[in-house]
């Protein structure tokens, strides 16, 4: 596997040629990253939800995601008049198998695949899996990168909390963590839709726990 750039990206298989029900069970029916000479952007599944705190499922996410996409029309964006799998080589790099009954050892699996996968390819899209696998890829990010990284950051809660039930790494704490390992810049990160409530006495704690600009919206880091 190379990461240079590849002239000639093996592109989707089109459903005018295999119907969509059939063929590759990869997402948007992409190559397997096994089948390409080199790879721009791979698609990694982490079927991982032993960090959720109410609704477990997420561990299916990858498969239900390559299911769904069967049905995407990938070769032509009208708006920005673009094809992105003729200019870039996109590959389904399968799943990071990590274990469902220790979270510990499940984030040092998580990092690790993700490092190894970022060092043979130009990017990568992970396909979760609870938000407790943000901070094992931002682990690896910082690895590839040398340093911190700007993090953007779509939800409807912060994932800021500090433990829960005793525990540090849930779905709700994986920036915390990640701001105590300086992983991300604090003055090129945010977090977008935010519109979970706040408890009181969060809000009232505030003023005396201000430790991230990212974690801070109104009021101390709550989920």
């Not at 695949?113 to 696998?133: F, N, P, Q, W, Y």
Request: aromatic content about 8%.
């Amino acid at each position: 596997m190379k990461k240079q750039k590849n002239k000639n990206p093996i592109q989707p298989v089109m459903g005018t040629k295999v119907p969509r029900y059939a063929g590759p069970n990869t997402f948007a029916r992409l190559p397997e990253l096994r089948d390409v000479e080199s790879c721009d952007v791979a698609i990694v599944g982490i079927p991982f939800d032993a960090g959720t705190s109410y609704r477990p499922g997420a561990r299916f996410g990858p498969q239900s995601i390559r299911q769904a996409s069967r049905h995407l029309r990938t070769n032509y964006h009208p708006d920005y008049d673009a094809e992105p799998f003729k200019v870039q080589q996109v590959a389904d790099a399968g799943d990071i198998a990590c274990n469902p009954f220790n979270i510990d050892e499940a984030i040092k699996q998580i990092e690790k695949g993700a490092t190894e996968l970022l060092e043979k390819v130009g990017g990568i899209i992970s396909m979760g899996g609870d938000h407790t696998i943000a901070f094992p890829l931002l682990r690896s990010i910082n690895k590839i990168n040398k340093g911190p990284v700007a993090l953007v950051h779509f939800d409807a809660h912060l994932d800021t909390w500090d433990t829960y039930f005793g525990a540090p790494y849930t779905h709700g704490t994986p920036f915390r963590r990640a701001r105590e390992e300086n992983l991300f810049l604090d003055n090129a990160s945010m977090h977008v839709g935010i519109r979970g409530p706040l408890i009181p006495t969060c809000i009232e704690a505030s003023s005396k726990n201000r430790f991230s600009s990212l974690a801070l919206l109104n009021g101390v880091p709550c989920v």
